[in-house]
């Protein structure tokens, strides 16, 4: 199906506020090669105001800053033991110290900020340029794992409705937007979360695929019960009905939050030009898709015929 009959690019999301006239709010993730947590965080502070909090050698908090709260760590649950305290290897804090220098020219550190009003998230472009000028790189994978940018998006409405018009537009849209992110690099490609099962792909867009929240979340975890998809929605579901996904998944790292946690783009902090916006433009195509109910369904009628 032509690109163009899929959807429409547009440059702002179609349902601006949430049910109670709040504006909508996106927060960011950003992982980045080069500075170590102590050092990025002292130099976003120094940039955009605000105290720094050490939660251990490689964790540490910025709050007030005029972007709003942040966090920076290494992305390695190892050098964080007071935070995971079932992992089977739990070290003490000089071990966990040390790990997380030997390992910091291989494993990213992560930037995550708190969720912004919609309107305001082409200010964080000014963060990708404090963390350029503080040393921080990389271009879209390190090894065979992808430098990701993540972004945690407030759904406009929490039901079952919603959700599924927001996963069937994805699931639509899905290869263009492995192919716009990978670039035609098959590096970057193979660094991207694996697709959706596609078993779990036809059931979804099959046209008359409505289930309430209950059914949506055990078809989801039947099909999905991993962290690592594109388009992750554990966190949702978990903050919706946690015992459901803790009963299932125990022992996974799933931080449950109202919000779509789209984990597909990458970050190319080495490209001078490169900004977070991009990726936000490609999202707004789900979003636009999802919020077309007519189309969105004519769409899966047309794609069910094809399997």
Not at 47 to 71: K, N, Q, V
Not at 100 to 129: C, K, M, N, Q
Not at 206 to 231: E, F, S
Request: negative net charge; proline residues 8%.
């Amino acid at each position: 199906m032509n690109d163009l009959a899929i959807a429409t690019e547009t440059s702002s999301a179609p349902i601006r506020t949430a049910p109670g006239g709040a504006i909508r709010r996106v927060g960011v993730e950003i992982e980045f090669m080069g500075p170590s947590a102590r050092v990025a965080a002292g130099v976003i502070a120094g940039a955009l105001g605000g105290s720094i909090d050490a939660e251990d050698a490689h964790a540490f908090r910025i709050s007030g800053t005029r972007l709003g709260d942040m966090r920076i760590e290494t992305d390695l649950r190892y050098v964080h033991p007071q935070r995971h305290p079932n992992l089977g290897l739990r070290l003490g804090h000089r071990a966990a110290a040390w790990l997380g220098a030997v390992v910091s020219p291989f494993v990213p550190r992560e930037l995550v900020t708190a969720p912004l009003p919609i309107d305001r998230l082409p200010e964080l472009d000014g963060l990708v340029d404090i963390l350029r000028d503080a040393g921080a790189h990389g271009r879209g994978a390190v090894l065979l794992d992808s430098l990701g940018l993540h972004f945690n998006i407030d759904p406009p409405r929490l039901d079952a409705a919603t959700i599924a018009a927001f996963l069937k537009a994805f699931l639509i849209v899905s290869e263009r937007l492995r192919r716009d992110i990978a670039q035609g690099r098959r590096r970057l490609a193979h660094a991207l979360p694996p697709d959706y099962p596609q078993d779990y792909v036809r059931q979804v867009l099959a046209p008359d695929y409505w289930p309430d929240l209950p059914d949506l979340t055990m078809d989801y975890l039947a099909a999905n019960p991993t962290r690592d998809r594109a388009l992750d929605l554990l966190p949702l579901l978990a903050y919706l009905d946690d015992e459901r996904i803790r009963s299932v998944l125990p022992h996974e790292k799933i931080g449950a939050r109202p919000a779509f946690h789209y984990r597909l783009p990458q970050v190319h902090l080495s490209d001078p030009d490169w900004s977070i916006m991009p990726d936000w433009h490609r999202w707004l195509v789900v979003e636009g898709l999802a919020s077309d109910l007519e189309k969105l369904c004519a769409i899966g009628r047309a794609m069910s015929a094809c399997h």
